[in-house]
Every structure is written in C-alpha cells, then in structure tokens.
C-alpha cells in the first residue's frame, strides 16, 4: 500500500503539530504546570496521533476499495488491513 501525496501532506503536517504539542507538554511539566492542564495536552496529542494513523488507514482502505485501481485485487490483505484498523482503536 502506497500512501497518496496529499494524504501523506496532510499526515506530516499533523505530525508536525504533535511534535509542537509534545515539545509545550515537556516544557509544561518542566515549568510545575497544574496535573489537569498536562493531561488535558496529552489528550489532545494523542487524540492528533490517532487521526493521522486513522487517516493513513483509510488511505489504504480507499486504494483496496477503488474500483478504478490497477491491479490484481487477489492479494489484498482484509486481515493486515483490519489489524492496522483495529491496533489504533
């Protein structure tokens, strides 16, 4: 499975964002930050690293399901698929 170009930029740039979120995380426990305040971040880079793997999943899911793909569709992986699904849910 190939990922396409503008799901690739879109996954890079939310990655990106994660990597700013996690570097203001590092410096919020550094600073004394309250518990809730931390937490509250944590949950917003991982719910961003979820939607960037969910993205990249149905990238791959869109390409199996194509109808106008090239290609033998015989060796399609439907359990590979559903494992990459399923280990971020």
Known sequence: MQIDEATSADVV???RRVEGQLA???RMIEDGRECDDVVMQLSAASRALSRAGFKIVSSGLRQCLDPNAAGDRSGIDTE????????LA
């Open 13 to 15: 740039k939310r990655l």
């Open 24 to 26: 203001g995380i590092v």
């Open 80 to 87: 590979r698929m559903e494992r990459l699904f399923l280990s």
